[in-house]
């Protein structure tokens, strides 16, 4: 594994977890989670439903008990939490949880009563963008304006540590980009994060590290770009040729090489290939010199959807 | 200081949210007056010969008082409460440094000043329309009955919390629970029509006593102070164990989720 590219990586964790296992009656949720988040950095926890996010993210908030494993959380663990401690973690629940009463302003001020050293409310309203409806009642908000102040009241506290589960499922695509943006925001706020996810875009804009967790284990724990590579997927070409080619006559291509018809009777073709750049100048060498006109052509790195599908595929 | 501080910071925010809730208002502030002036219109001037010819009108205030701090307190927590904790209010809260008897307090507190509020409401009413004395002189022991039926109540509101399993069952309990007991107690129907074997079921119950109570503290047949101590007691017990059952058992998270 290559060295984690980070200056946070040389001081001690927000989070340090090891051999963490947690079970309800029959089911196993958690098999041995080891994780260490540093300080500044956003740690994305991602895997489908049920795979043990929410369980280890209420473990660390100190909402849920663990069977076995050591836990430190700022220092502190979890199960036995403190009032200083509390006053350091920011919390946004899987689920909005607002009192749709109040407004946007009362509920932050109601929120930052809670803490001996609360940021400022209208500095928050602006972090979360909901200047425009800062005297509007919550349950009058969009769902992902709703989203935002819960963000909001997370923050309130001016937490080191903010955890968030899942805070975009459920969003439509351009409320989900503005609540990634606020998210990426906050990290000129040197907080250290973690949220979990089922998104792989998400977890790929937002965050410096990606735990894959499959049936409670970690499947896979590195940086966005390094996951793709090192899993050693296979890169593929694709392009389309009119639907007589002989594709025969590509000599030595790939190790894959599939087709099918595709639309005016032209013939899609993927090749999958671990030396991409070789296959590509054979395919267009090939291309010019039978005088064949290439289409659509199209070279995809491995995606972190594809490393994803492949480590959480039973 | 800061503790005190942070009961009102919380005091002053489920006062807010109270208001704007229109069931909220509807059920605890407005039906209770609505139910004073509908039984008023029926009765009229009739008499009680069997409490000593007491108005029936006069009657009605302390009985529609009891109904209306039960509503502001029992019920409203019962079914408040519940929300927020299936909402996932309660267990937010628990994730901040507020000390979880704060958030308690500052809603308990809202309770009983909303109880307190329609006490005088309730009884200016009854001045204003019908003529109904206001118990100068018995004050005492109107007010301390109000203090110890409304926080008695709260504590049996939290109480039911726990066995209350999601917000939609939270008003059918609730009701079921509350109007039989205003019927047979006594505070929807004159207690002297009612048979004397139900009245001494009914008296097993807090409504009974809390009301009797008031009823003393507010009758001009009332001769002393009108402090009725032992049914105070009674309504004071049903708190406490309201308030033990809460202490052991009450949830701050979601039980349907």
Redesign the interface.
Known sequence: MPPIPRIGAVSEPVISIRGLRKSYDELEALRGIDLEVFPEEIVAVLGPNGAGKTTTVEIL???LSRDAGEVSVLGVDPARPT??W??R?G?V?Q?T???P??TVR?SLQ??A????EPRDVDEVIGLVGLEEQAGT?ARKLSGGQQRRLDVG?ALV?DPDLLFLDEPTTGFDPSARRQAWEMIAGLRELGKAVLLTTHYMEEAQFLADRVAIVSEGRIVALDTPDNLGDRRQLPTTIAFSVPGETDLSTVEGVGQTLSHATGEGGSLTVEVTTHEPVADLNRITGWALESGIEIRQLEVRRPSLEDVYLELTDA | MRSLALVLHEFRFAQKVFWRNPASVFFTALLPVLFLLIFASIFGDDRIEELGGVKVTTYYIPAIVTLAVISATMVNLAMNVTIAREEGLLKRGRGTPLPPWVFIAGRVGNAIVISGVMLVVVTLIGKLLYDAPIPWERLPAVAVTLVVGATAFCCLGLALTVIIPSREAASAITNAITLPLYFLSGIFIPESEIPDGVLSFANHFPVRDFFEAFFAAYSPNTTGSGFEWGELAVVAAWGLAGFLIALRYFRWTPRNR
């Open positions: 908030e100190g909402y009032t200083a509390r006053e973690i919390i629940l689920s949880t607002l009192e009463a109040l009362e109601q929120y009563g809670y803490y001996s009642r009241i506290g």
